[in-house]
């Protein structure tokens, strides 16, 4: 009888006895056609049993991604620029089982190998599992050119959660702004030479504390006028809200807030123009979340970080929306009693978002979905605001937040107000342009703002002073 190989040995293991847990890491990869479409899909094959003959199984779930990187291709140069990013799982399947699996995913989303380390649609590879060492003529584990390939190192070390210097080639961070449209460019946090994208704020509410009444969600001529004023400005992204949350503000039902936005989403939807734009829902309502992509909406704007409705993150996970994170503690009623951080502003609100963007991840939310802003005005003394402003760039680098990008909303609030003496919101465009100036040189990647015209015109020449 031929001796038992260290290899046949270790998959004898995998399969005697009850079937264990293992952790894995898992490289994901494309450079063909709607990229981050075939990762998303590749994900979702994953967790439903895909790529399995007969009936579905449930034996691998992910844990959590890496944000998105886009790089060059190594190896075959002349071809497109690659996405790459990290999952990690927990599966029950051995080494050569998961390799089974993830190559019938490979087949089953049509990839077509034509040259090794050429173009492909779909790229799924056993980057670690467990601590083991598995090698075989099929499966090399720890892979075997990984040490050599930022592009895997960076989303590995996203997903592991460790930290990692940015090394000399060019790569950044993708974060997908649209759901339903594919014109509109992503965001990328790494790339100098971004431009920023300019959130425009359309409030269908009576009482918001700038432009309450102002856009009636029953006047659908007057919604779509205003919607194409703003994408002909320069808006990417029309942020529609039918929630007030200024402090003290009544809080409406959902059926409400729904009868609010969703006019108003399928208003700006039906636009020609609104192709090329995302479209935004500002609520911490899950159902009314749901309810606004079903008709047309992109990404969620939630003020709570999700942690005002239990269901909502869950549901951001089954909808496969991008959703801005902000930082706030409480709610709108109770923030403003809570605005003390004795440990510095900067650094408490870096820990509580990386909070928000763990209980993300653990309700399925992909990594590359979120953006993260850092609540202007919400729980925040005029100083503090000031001092988030100055130090923008400590947040984006803060360990573990430092590949995603940022959204800031300045406008019209009362601390440029009081610092500028003017006591009407609408009047304080002067205010609000130095304030978005100075988001834009701490590296914000978003600016909401309600003056669409005017600011547009600020982000041009500060992307021209600082994007370089």
């Known amino acids: 009888m031929a001796p038992v190989t260290f290899t046949q040995s270790l998959v004898r293991r995998f399969h005697d006895g009850p079937r264990e847990k293992h952790r894995a890491f898992i490289a994901l990869g494309s450079n063909l056609g709607d990229r981050i479409r075939w990762i998303e899909e590749a994900c979702k094959?994953?967790?439903?049993?895909?790529?399995?003959?007969?009936?579905?199984?449930?034996?691998?779930?992910?844990?959590?991604?890496?944000?998105?990187?886009?790089?060059?291709?190594?190896?075959?140069?002349?071809?497109?620029?690659?996405?790459?990013?990290?999952?990690?799982?927990?599966?029950?399947?051995?080494?050569?089982?998961?390799?089974?699996?993830?190559?019938?995913?490979?087949?089953?989303?049509?990839?077509?190998?034509?040259?090794?380390?050429?173009?492909?649609?779909?790229?799924?590879?056993?980057?670690?599992?467990?601590?083991?060492?598995?090698?075989?003529?099929?499966?090399?584990?720890?892979?075997?050119?990984?040490l050599e390939r930022e592009f895997v190192l960076r989303p590995l070390s996203d997903a592991a959660l460790n930290r990692l210097p940015l090394g000399g080639a060019p790569m950044t961070s993708y974060t997908p702004l649209s759901l339903h449209s594919r014109q509109l460019p992503p965001i990328t946090p790494h790339h100098t030479h971004r431009k920023t994208h300019i959130m425009s704020i359309l409030n269908v509410t009576p009482d918001s504390f700038s432009d309450g009444g102002l856009h009636s969600p029953h006047d659908a001529t007057h919604l779509s006028e205003t919607a194409a004023a703003h994408i002909a400005s320069g808006a990417t992204l029309l942020d529609v809200g039918g929630q007030s949350t200024r402090p003290g503000a009544p809080q409406v039902s959902s059926k409400e807030e729904l009868a609010r936005v969703l006019p108003a989403i399928r208003a700006i939807r039906a636009l020609p123009a609104a192709a090329a734009i995302a479209i935004s829902v500002d609520t911490y309502r899950a159902g009314v979340a749901a309810a606004a992509v079903a008709a047309g909406a992109d990404m969620v704007n939630d003020v709570s970080a999700g942690a005002m409705d239990p269901a909502m993150l869950a549901t951001v996970a089954r909808l496969g929306c991008t959703v801005c994170l902000m930082h706030m503690r409480g709610t709108p009623a109770t923030m403003n009693d809570r605005a003390s951080y004795p440990r510095g502003v900067v650094a408490t609100v870096a820990e509580e978002l990386l909070e928000r963007v763990r209980a993300a991840e653990a309700a399925g939310i992909r990594r590359w979905r979120i953006v993260l802003d850092p609540g202007i005005g919400f729980a925040k003394t005029q100083e503090h605001n000031l001092e988030l402003l100055r130090n923008l760039g400590q947040l984006r680098a803060y360990p573990g937040l430092e590949a995603f990008p940022w959204l800031v909303g300045t406008s019209r609030k009362a601390f440029v107000g009081r610092i500028t003496g003017v006591k009407e919101a609408r009047e304080r465009t002067w205010g609000t342009a130095a304030a978005v100036s100075a988001a834009v040189a701490g590296g914000a990647d978003v600016v909401r703002v309600h003056d669409v015209d005017e600011m547009g015109k600020v982000v041009a020449m500060a992307d021209a002073v600082w994007r370089v």
């Open 45 to 146: 094959a994953m967790e439903s049993g895909g790529g399995l003959k007969g009936e579905i199984g449930h034996d691998i779930r992910i844990l959590r991604t890496s944000s998105l990187w886009q790089t060059s291709a190594m190896y075959v140069l002349d071809q497109a620029d690659f996405l790459n990013g990290v999952c990690e799982i927990e599966t029950l399947l051995s080494p050569i089982e998961l390799l089974d699996r993830l190559q019938a995913i490979e087949n089953q989303l049509g990839r077509v190998k034509l040259i090794d380390k050429g173009p492909r649609n779909i790229d799924l590879d056993i980057l670690l599992y467990d601590q083991t060492i598995f090698l075989n003529e099929r499966l090399q584990i720890p892979h075997k050119l990984m």
